[in-house]
């Protein structure tokens, strides 16, 4: 059996229930971080870097070149490591094309400053991009439902993998909400579709996981493990049916926890709020009465 062709590794950050990944090319040894995350305790105020300097000290380890930071969406439960990262290790920060519409949404909502545009990322990948890591092309795959700016990073292979953001859990747990702002279901279920279309080995490397006791984190499936058994969306479920119990199940759900604070990071690339005079940096969370 030949070598794999890329290297892959994979970190669960407990207190967010989200998932890194490290790709990287064997031969040349180019890498990319994907979904890289900037720990925050929201009732402290404190912002550290243990996360993210795991993914730093693989990347040494392995002696990886880093050219790209990539993010499948604009998280609203954690804070990204992009800029961070970048400073570290180098690398370009990248996201969906779709991330405009989401910055246009919250801009106002938050009063956010520059960049809240495409400025805020160094690249934005539309459907069918390439992103050229060493030997290795990853194609862009626009999945939309969860957010407009949903995005897939597909590696073809055998097997290959696919890096889904929050639009698949893990089998049990289920599939991404579509209740924010430019979300919907019917988007979400074709998108899942889509990644369902892929051969049955292709490795699913998942964003996030909240295991139940007794459950190791899952940081990675199979599409045909998720087409037969998700419980949301497995079995042949249907896209009426699908719908329903989707936007059943959001209106039961609370707003995220990290909500606004990671809204002000990750629609300026991960970058922190600017300092006051007395070199301070404040989060905003609009205020609404109760109905």
Same mark, same amino acid.
């Given at each position: !059996?030949?070598?794999?062709?890329?290297?892959?590794?994979?970190?669960?950050?407990?207190? #967010?229930?989200?998932?890194?990944?490290?790709?990287?090319?064997?031969? #040349?040894?180019?890498?990319?971080?994907?979904?890289?995350?900037?720990?925050?305790?929201?009732?402290?105020?404190?912002?550290? #870097?243990?996360?993210?300097?795991?993914?730093?000290?693989?990347?040494?380890?392995?002696?990886?070149?880093?050219?790209?930071?990539?993010?499948?969406?604009?998280?609203?439960?954690?804070?990204?490591?992009?800029?961070?990262?970048?400073?570290?290790?180098?690398?370009?920060?990248?996201?969906?094309? $779709?991330? &405009?519409?989401?910055?246009?949404?919250?801009?106002?909502?938050?009063?956010?400053?520059?960049?809240?545009?495409?400025?805020?990322? &160094?690249?934005?990948?539309?459907?069918?991009?390439?992103?050229?890591?060493?030997?290795?092309?990853?194609?862009?795959?626009?999945?939309?439902?969860?957010?407009?700016?949903?995005?897939?990073? %597909?590696?073809?292979?055998?097997?290959?993998?696919?890096?889904?953001?929050?639009?698949?859990?893990?089998?049990?747990? $289920?599939?991404?909400?579509?209740?924010?702002?430019?979300?919907?279901?019917?988007?979400?279920?074709?998108?899942?579709?889509?990644?369902?279309?892929?051969?049955?080995?292709?490795?699913? !490397?998942?964003?996030?996981? %909240?295991?139940?006791?007794?459950?190791?984190?899952?940081?990675?499936?199979?599409?045909?493990?998720?087409?037969? #058994?998700?419980?949301?969306?497995?079995?042949?479920?249907?896209?009426?049916?699908?719908?329903?119990?989707?936007?059943?199940?959001?209106?039961?759900?609370?707003?995220?926890?990290?909500?606004?604070?990671?809204?002000?990071?990750?629609?300026?690339?991960?970058?922190?709020?600017?300092?006051?005079?007395?070199?301070?940096?404040?989060?905003?969370?609009?205020? $609404?009465?109760?109905?």
């Amino acid at each position: !059996m030949s070598a794999s062709p890329y290297l892959l590794e994979s970190f669960h950050d407990p207190a #967010t229930g989200t998932v890194s990944h490290l790709l990287a090319c064997a031969r #040349t040894r180019r890498a990319a971080l994907i979904d890289p995350v900037l720990d925050f305790q929201a009732n402290s105020g404190k912002v550290h #870097t243990t996360s993210a300097q795991r993914l730093v000290e693989r990347v040494r380890a392995l002696e990886l070149s880093v050219d790209w930071l990539l993010e499948t969406h604009a998280h609203a439960d954690h804070l990204s490591a992009a800029v961070w990262l970048q400073r570290e290790v180098g690398g370009r920060i990248a996201i969906g094309a $779709g991330i &405009d519409a989401v910055q246009a949404h919250f801009q106002p909502v938050l009063g956010l400053g520059e960049p809240c545009d495409a400025r805020a990322f &160094d690249q934005l990948f539309a459907e069918d991009d390439k992103v050229p890591v060493g030997d290795l092309r990853l194609q862009v795959l626009h999945t939309p439902g969860h957010t407009p700016a949903c995005i897939s990073y %597909y590696l073809p292979g055998e097997p290959g993998c696919v890096f889904v953001g929050d639009t698949l859990f893990s089998p049990d747990y $289920g599939c991404a909400r579509a209740d924010f702002p430019g979300g919907d279901a019917v988007q979400l279920y074709r998108s899942i579709q889509r990644l369902f279309a892929l051969p049955d080995a292709t490795r699913v !490397m998942l964003c996030h996981d %909240y295991p139940p006791a007794g459950r190791a984190p899952c940081l990675e499936t199979t599409v045909a493990l998720q087409r037969a #058994t998700n419980v949301q969306v497995g079995g042949g479920v249907s896209e009426a049916d699908f719908v329903a119990r989707r936007q059943a199940r959001d209106r039961q759900l609370a707003v995220p926890a990290l909500l606004w604070p990671s809204l002000q990071v990750n629609l300026r690339g991960g970058r922190l709020p600017e300092p006051d005079a007395q070199g301070r940096r404040f989060l905003r969370i609009p205020l $609404g009465l109760s109905e």
